[in-house]
């Protein structure tokens, strides 16, 4: 099974329409982040969350929002869609340990018409 | 400002090496990591540097210097598999947050 999970895999979607993506993990880890990647501009930082009460904007946070329900549970929602927000989403986990990487969902493929 | 360069595309050929260079400057550093990227897919951890010098992990190895800003991933004996897109990610010091480069599209060629 895999240890970090994302829901939908693959969304199309209308201008306007409010949109969650869905991520859970089985690693017990507390830090969790959501990131769009678009082509040429490689994977920009939307949210973080270093625990359930602690949650932070990354770089592109307008028009974005999380939800962090439970420690597994990280939730990003698009209020009002638009096509610029078009992307590939991936939501990604870390530990606690500085030696540590972070591990990745396998995607949400998004598509705003 | 915080930025990570490296190049957009290199080609090689099977069994050759190749070298995918990262200059970086950002806002206090926590580690240098390399990650692997198949197109649709998800990144996956290739290897992390945290102090000069250099890393070995099979055919993989990485080099960072602080001092100079600038880390590489060393890829030997290349296989067709190896094809993919190499992201570099620095990590910043204090707030656990990762600044990505653009990655570099990597294809090897028979």
């Known amino acids: 099974d895999a240890d970090v999970t994302q829901t939908p895999r693959n969304r199309i979607t209308k201008t306007g329409k409010r949109i969650m993506l869905e991520c859970s993990q089985t690693k017990g880890h507390d830090r969790m982040y959501w990131y769009r990647q678009d082509p040429g501009l490689g994977l920009r930082l939307i949210y973080y969350s270093f625990d359930v009460k602690d949650i932070n904007k990354g770089e592109i946070s307008d028009g974005y929002s999380v939800s962090r329900q439970a420690q597994a549970k990280f939730s990003l929602s698009l209020e009002s869609a638009i096509p610029n927000q078009t992307a590939l989403y991936f939501c990604a986990t870390q530990g606690r340990r500085g030696t540590d990487t972070q591990y990745f969902g396998p995607g949400t493929r998004l598509t705003v018409l | ?110």
Request: hydrophobic share 35%; net charge neutral; glycine share 10%.
């Open chain 2, 1 to 110: 400002g915080q930025n990570i360069d490296q190049p957009t595309e290199m080609t090689a050929t099977e069994g050759a090496i190749v070298q995918i260079n990262c200059t970086y400057q950002t806002s206090g550093f926590n580690g240098l990591f390399w990650y692997q990227q198949h197109a649709g897919e998800a990144p996956t951890f290739l290897s992390y540097n945290v102090l000069d010098g250099l890393e070995e992990k099979g055919r993989f190895s990485s080099f960072l210097s602080r001092s100079k800003g600038y880390s590489y991933l060393l890829l030997k004996e290349l296989q067709m598999k190896d094809s993919a897109s190499y992201l570099c990610a620095v990590r910043t010091s204090g707030t656990y947050k990762y600044i990505f480069g653009t990655g570099t599209r990597l294809k090897v060629l028979a």
